[in-house]
């Protein structure tokens, strides 16, 4: 009987649970959910801290089965992880998924209700189908971008503020541009241990630009606009209410803001284009993953919340921090 790779072991440490679910990229989850909220003119309370938690449920789930799935893989490529290495157990990562997943789900219905579940329930699946299925085909990039807009859709769920179709709709737009940046930074990440061919990168930062282009456009502001913590919307104004939304505070931070998306996830993927290399498509990955969070920081302010913004935007340094000492791929 040919002998496992995976050695067993006794108890987990915490160093490997960190690593198993890659604890401190947890930092740039939140955010999805927040910008959600307030582009949906949801309020910030209680349900919105609740469906963030388990938006990052839902993460950790992802990154637990991503090890489960990839073991094989990982015995070859990467065998510091924690089950090539020994310190977890393929079962053990199987397990915390699962109630990763179902600790996701449950706080998704308690947070915000039918509405939230029925939003949270896709996303989960998306996140099963990519890990054990979809990872290595064509539509791998694809599922992974759906699963972080529904992420940013999840926050539109909320309870509060005004009806189902209209938030629905002023979230798209945040949805769809971190899908984008999402989907690009995915097909980066495929050529982590081979190393790419410049054509890549560059694609990834063309994607990038036009992220940062549409993230930093001003917007047409309402004569009657409705705040972001209102519970009514407004009435629908003819064009001539309708003015550029030019020199406002909250338009000037989203625009820095996107600059400074621009900015982490862009050097990266030009220094990759010079030499693409698997050190600097990794960098590039990581930094790309880390360009959520000032991204989504970004969207909040475009909607009028500058004050979560600001607090969405200074979990990037903590999350660079801690993301030498843990991977967040």
């Given at each position: 009987m040919a002998r496992s790779p995976f050695p067993r072991t006794g108890s987990v440490g915490p160093a490997a649970w960190v690593e198993l679910v890659r604890a401190p990229a947890a930092l740039t989850v939140p955010g999805d959910v927040i910008a959600g909220a307030v582009s949906a003119c949801r309020p910030l309370g209680r349900r919105?801290?609740?469906?963030?938690?388990?938006?990052?449920?839902?993460?950790?789930?992802?990154?637990?089965?991503?090890?489960?799935?990839d073991r094989e893989t990982d015995a070859r490529e990467r065998s510091h992880r924690p089950l090539p290495s020994g310190r977890v157990r393929p079962g053990t990562a199987l397990t915390v998924a699962a109630a990763c997943t179902a600790g996701g789900l449950g706080l998704a219905a308690l947070s915000g209700g039918r509405r939230s579940l029925c939003t949270a329930v896709p996303l989960?699946?998306?996140?099963?189908?990519?890990?054990?299925?979809?990872?290595?085909?064509?539509?791998?990039?694809?599922?992974?971008?759906?699963?972080?807009?529904?992420?940013?859709?999840?926050?539109?769920?909320?309870?509060?503020?005004?009806?189902?179709?209209?938030?629905?709709?002023?979230?798209?737009?945040?949805?769809?541009?971190?899908?984008?940046?999402?989907?690009?930074?995915?097909?980066?990440?495929?050529?982590?241990?081979?190393?790419?061919?410049?054509?890549?990168?560059?694609?990834?930062?063309?994607?990038?630009?036009?992220?940062?282009?549409?993230?930093?456009?001003?917007?047409?502001?309402?004569?009657?606009?409705?705040?972001?913590?209102?519970?009514?919307?407004?009435?629908?104004?003819?064009?001539?209410?309708?003015?550029?939304?030019?020199?406002?505070?909250?338009?000037?931070?989203?625009a820095?803001?996107?600059?400074?998306?621009?900015?982490?996830?862009?050097?990266?993927?030009?220094?990759?284009?010079?030499?693409?290399?698997?050190?600097?498509?990794?960098?590039?990955?990581?930094?790309?993953i880390h360009a959520m969070v000032p991204l989504q920081a970004s969207s909040t302010a475009r909607a009028g919340a500058v004050t979560a913004a600001v607090s969405v935007s200074a979990l990037l340094p903590l999350a660079r921090r801690l993301g030498r000492r843990v991977s967040v791929t």
């Open positions: 919105v801290v609740g469906l963030a938690a388990a938006s990052t449920c839902l993460y950790w789930a992802g990154m637990a089965l991503n090890d489960y799935a989960a699946t998306l996140v099963w189908a990519y890990d054990l299925s979809l990872k290595s085909t064509p539509l791998g990039p694809a599922a992974m971008a759906g699963a972080r807009a529904l992420d940013v859709l999840l926050g539109a769920t909320a309870p509060g503020g005004p009806g189902t179709e209209v938030p629905l709709r002023r979230a798209l737009r945040p949805a769809a541009l971190t899908a984008a940046h999402t989907g690009a930074v995915t097909v980066l990440s495929r050529r982590e241990v081979e190393g790419a061919h410049p054509a890549l990168p560059a694609a990834a930062l063309a994607v990038t630009a036009a992220v940062t282009a549409a993230a930093a456009a001003p917007r047409a502001a309402l004569r009657h606009a409705t705040p972001h913590n209102a519970t009514t919307p407004a009435p629908h104004p003819p064009r001539a209410a309708r003015r550029p939304f030019f020199g406002t505070p909250a338009q000037g931070v989203s820095v803001l996107a600059g400074l998306y621009g900015m982490v996830a862009g050097a990266a993927q030009y220094a990759a284009v010079r030499d693409p290399r698997p050190d600097r498509v990794q960098r590039a990955v990581r930094d790309g």
